[in-house]
């Protein structure tokens, strides 16, 4: 079992950037592919972007490309999600997720899922 523990939402005027931050515990997380979705209200779980195992490879929904990056520090058992220039459609929570396969965009390829942080994006 892999627990994850999402931190660093909050509310940001559109144009601003959060950092969020997923501490994982339970188990090593290195092999783990790691994960980001959001959930805005009344609307499905997206994918925002993933990381492998080592971080040299990413990839992202065009939705965020360009403005949000993924980066681990597998030592620390963190996953990062910076997020620039910030836009009133990004508001959701996000979640971090782990995935014990390769990378991958689906939702149900993912494993373990954290709580959520609120980010909030105001006009």
């Known amino acids: 079992q892999v627990q994850l523990v999402e931190s660093g939402g909050g509310l940001v005027q559109a144009g601003g950037s959060l950092k969020l931050a997923c501490v994982g515990s339970g188990r090593r997380f290195s092999p783990y592919t790691m994960g980001w979705f959001r959930q805005a209200p009344g609307k499905e779980r997206e994918f925002v972007g993933a990381?492998?195992?080592?971080?040299?490879?990413?990839y992202y929904a065009d939705s965020v490309k360009g403005r949000f990056t993924i980066s681990r520090d597998n030592a620390k058992n963190t996953v990062y999600l910076q997020m620039n220039s910030l836009k009133p459609e990004d508001t959701a929570v996000y979640y971090c997720?782990?995935?014990?396969?390769?990378?991958?965009?689906?939702?149900?390829?993912?494993?373990?899922w954290g709580q959520g942080t609120q980010v909030t994006v105001s006009s």
């Open positions: 990381s492998n195992w080592s971080g040299t490879s990413t």
């Open positions: 997720a782990a995935d014990r396969g390769p990378l991958r965009i689906g939702l149900y390829d993912y494993d373990y």
